[in-house]
């Protein structure tokens, strides 16, 4: 038994990632790299084939908020000008920043809040509520923990209580069931304290933008200072937008 044990681990190699920050994931959608140039005349075929509205012209930009990293685009343009990228840091301090212009595709790191990194930079403690979510961006946050990315190692942590956490961080397109306890949760967490959106469901409301069974008022009245795009965000994703907001290197 011990030595198929050993078998198995040797076959599963290395898994931990020493370094968080430079390593791009092999066949990840991430990070749209928009070609220069303009487009033909009249084409909108890229816009017309995004499900999410997340595609402008006029120029041609993306909103990452908006977007579900479907590559609908990538296959409708007939000028090949859009390519998703394995690049995995996308997120943003500001709504505003999450849209993407040709010749963006070098984006630089989120500028660091200093307070926050004063504060926080040694000890972040996260709650995370699914508030209508699909399950998805729910267990991309779980593998934030797990032996691969090692959150932890940061001193940034999962508690299952808001009382004992500094952020709250949400998922799902925030569902009228939702409401009261999104609500609760905020309330229930001392200052100082700020919320994380992640994900295109949680950012905008994605493909469910408008439903019905959609209340997104608490977003109106608390400002996210962290946005994390993705349908779902890869670990990476999530894991480089806090060590940036916090400014560790």
Known sequence: MMFKSLRVRLSQGNQFIPDVRAVKPAGFRGLPKIGQGACESGCDACAASCPTEAIRLDPLSIDLGRCIFCSECVTACPEAKIELTP?????????????????????????????????????????????????????????????????????????????????????GALTRTMKDAVRLAWDAMAEPRFVVAVGACAISGGLYDGARGV???????????????????????????????????
């Open 87 to 171: 690049e995995p840091r996308m997120g943003g301090a500001a709504r505003a920043e999450l849209v993407v212009k040709p010749g963006d595709e070098a984006r630089t790191k989120i500028r660091a809040n200093e307070a926050f990194a004063k504060l926080f930079r040694r000890s972040l403690k996260l709650r995370q509520v699914s508030a209508g979510g699909c399950n998805g961006c729910e267990l991309e946050l779980n593998a934030t923990a797990n032996v691969n990315f090692d959150l932890q190692r940061y001193g940034i942590e999962w508690v299952a209580s808001p009382r004992h956490a500094d952020a709250l961080v949400l998922s």
């Open 215 to 249: 209340e997104r008022s608490f977003l109106d009245d608390v400002i996210p200072a962290l946005y994390v795009p993705g349908c779902p965000p890869h670990p990476l994703t999530f894991v480089n937008a806090i060590l940036d907001l916090l400014g560790v290197p």
